[in-house]
């Protein structure tokens, strides 16, 4: 089953233009479209940015095939702490017939075929950092999605060990945050623990790795279903992207403030100053913003996975 949809779901599209196949579509989320290729499922990474649960009307060029190389280069580095639905990013691999040569160009380094699965109902947020939403809680409350911390904290200080804050998936508007409780009712205690375990795993690799590349995780969400063929966890969607983590310049961190990001924090604090009510359909991005974020996701691309980008798009590869 794919993710929840878009509050404003897209059409079938690759890079920027509509992605001509045999059929098999399922259905557009915020950022990624899903097809049907026999027993296996396309996820296919488009441009499209969303903020504050809106799709934004300006796409940010290339911004695709950076969540899926970044994807692809964590799911290598974590399948000794669980298996994921990842099974091949080149575009041969699809049926004969099934897409037009331009469209197999389109789906070089943005296209993810996958193993299907269950998703589980719950999104896993990590946080390592008191940040975003979890700053505001913090202030309000002396806590973290009702985990309680140490008094006299500051934005951006990082915590006495990364706290596990799962959420609902909401399928129109804004997820909920949950305690772990609810999250055991939903799924069971078995699976609740399960999970919080390698969510709590994954961070601490992924810190790891790109506190050695110049960069703090300050937090991150992950996404879990079970394998229709197997049963087993399984990682799923993306891993460790800007999209879906929270990476400041470690070279430039100073707790007390927000911090210099690789990640949509640079589009969403634009956003806060426009005269924009967070509902669709959002503004048009100008082009020193679409720059900005471009420049910001390719950084982290290359930083953390120490290969070139350009190398990326030409060669789909990820090296040197």
Partial sequence: MPPAEAT???????????????????????????????????????????????????????????????????????????????????????????????????????????????????????????AGSGWKDYRRTGAICGIGLPDGLRESDRLPAPIFTPSTKAEVG???????????????APMAEQVRDVALRLYSRGAAIAERAGILLADTKFEFGTALDTGELILIDEILTPDSSRFWDASAYEPGRAQASFDKQFVRDWLERQPWDKTYPGPELPAEIVAGTRERYVAAFERISGAGFERYLQEDVIAP
């Fill in 8 to 130: 404003n779901p897209g059409d079938p599209r690759a890079g920027g233009r509509t992605l001509a196949t045999s059929g098999g579509f399922v259905r557009s989320g915020k950022v990624r479209d899903l097809f049907e290729v026999g027993d296996r499922l396309l996820l296919v990474a488009s441009d499209r940015l969303s903020a504050f649960d809106v799709v934004l009307p300006t796409p940010i060029p290339d911004k695709g095939r950076v969540l899926t190389g970044l994807s692809r280069f964590w799911f290598g580095q974590t399948g000794d702490i669980i298996s994921n639905h990842l099974l091949a990013t080149d575009p041969t691999e699809l049926p004969v017939g099934w897409t037009d040569e331009a469209g197999r160009r389109e789906l070089r380094g943005r296209m993810m075929l996958c193993r299907l699965a269950k998703v589980l109902p719950v999104e896993v947020i990590v946080r390592g950092y008191v």
């Fill in 174 to 188: 804004h997820d909920e945050n949950i305690g772990f409780d609810s999250m055991v009712e939903l799924v069971g």
